[in-house]
Nanobody
Framework: VQLQASGGGLVQPGGSLRLSCAASVLTLEHYAVGWFRQAPGKEREWVAC????????YYTDSVKGRFTISSDNAKNTVYLQMSSLKPEDTAVYYCAAVRGWAWTPYGDSYDYWGQGTQVTVSS
């Protein structure tokens, strides 16, 4: 397993969750890491990305100000802190890594994918 996503669960609207993406074999400093999500009946959607080498971060408009992507190089792990969650954030969340120093929102460009973790926002 190259990437392991975890941290999903059931949370009420307005609540918070932190997702983790732990890498094995890969050294994430050489990658850009993105989070994607897919809701039932919908296409996969890019959520956020970080270029590990320079710490730059990028977000889709619907999560700006609510989600924060970060990395811990010592743990070889990327996090997605999600706050002010809404029912429309409900989806399976995936992390993915693309080699290099350029970020991309296009899933087909990514080299490695984690297995997904379910996030359900409901009262």
């Amino acid at each position: 397993v190259q990437l392991q996503a975890s941290g999903g669960g059931l949370v009420q609207p307005g609540g918070s969750l932190r997702l983790s993406c732990a890498a094995s074999v890969l050294t994430l400093e050489h990658y850009a890491v993105g989070w994607f999500r897919q809701a039932p009946g919908k296409e996969r959607e890019w959520v956020a990305c970080t270029v590990i080498s320079d710490g730059s971060t990028y977000y889709t408009d619907s999560v700006k100000g609510r989600f924060t992507i970060s990395s811990d190089n010592a743990k070889n792990t990327v996090y997605l802190q999600m706050s002010s969650l809404k029912p429309e954030d409900t989806a399976v969340y995936y992390c993915a890594a693309v080699r290099g120093w350029a970020w991309t929102p296009y899933g087909d460009s990514y080299d490695y994918w984690g297995q997904g973790t379910q996030v359900t926002v409901s009262s």
